[in-house]
């Protein structure tokens, strides 16, 4: 007997048992009927047990539909890349110059003026990366141009637009 004529609840039932994402993976990625049925199970551990999520690290790397799939399957749209705090998924879309996924996260209620070390909000990395249609976005969306940097001399994000020389954008 194959391991693919078991049913599936004993093969979900296998998954589980492994209780680590790289193994669930593993098994996974044995062969296309298995990922068929475990894919969505991994996600799903994913959100449940991992304490950094996924979900900034797919909207980094422009993963439109693996962004849309942690969103339908209730990842927090707030979730940091790691311990650092280093970004949420709009920090890092914003900067990467991923529209189709800044606007899937605003409608997903991220917030717009989420700040993370130094007091960067996302609208800080659309504008030192000069992605014009992502800054009219995230302005549209309410994201504040006036809110101070936390480093020395407490630069605007207006401030910093104009250093750049994206007067365009002002």
């Known amino acids: 007997m194959s391991l693919l004529d078991l049913p599936n609840e004993l093969l979900l039932s296998i998954a589980e048992s492994l209780r680590c994402e790289s193994g669930i993976n593993a098994f996974a990625r044995t062969n296309s009927q298995l990922y068929y049925l475990l894919n969505t199970f991994l996600y799903q551990y994913h959100i449940r047990t991992s304490d950094y999520s996924a979900l900034p690290w797919a909207a980094h790397y422009g993963l439109t539909n693996t962004v849309l799939k942690f969103l339908d399957l209730g990842a927090n749209v707030q979730a940091m890349l790691d311990k650092d ?86």
């Open 85 to 170: 705090k280093s970004a949420t998924a709009l920090h890092l879309a914003s900067k990467s110059g991923y529209l189709v996924i800044v606007e899937i996260l605003i409608q997903s209620d991220a917030d717009i003026n989420a700040r993370i070390s130094k007091g960067i909000i996302p609208l800080y990395g659309a504008v030192i990366c000069g992605h014009e249609h992502i800054i009219r976005v995230l302005l549209e969306s309410g994201a504040d141009f006036m809110k101070p940097l936390l480093v020395r001399n407490r630069p605007t994000i207006l401030y910093v637009a104009s250093h750049f020389g994206f007067t365009d954008i002002i």
